[in-house]
């Protein structure tokens, strides 16, 4: 599981916003959300 530092975009680092998933940034972790539930 990626730390919050981890989350980026064509090299942009997201803000780290916590969600239920420690660590994760809300902006990757949504992300993430979208590509599995695609």
Known sequence: ???CGACGA???T???EH???VGWCKE???DL???LTE
Do not use: K, L, V
Request: hydrophobic content about 15%; some cysteine; glycine content about 16%.
């Open 1 to 3: 599981m990626p730390s």
């Open 10 to 12: 064509g090299g942009r």
């Open 14 to 16: 997201y803000d780290c």
């Open 19 to 21: 969600t239920g998933f």
């Open 28 to 30: 990757c972790y949504m």
């Open 33 to 35: 959300h979208h590509r």
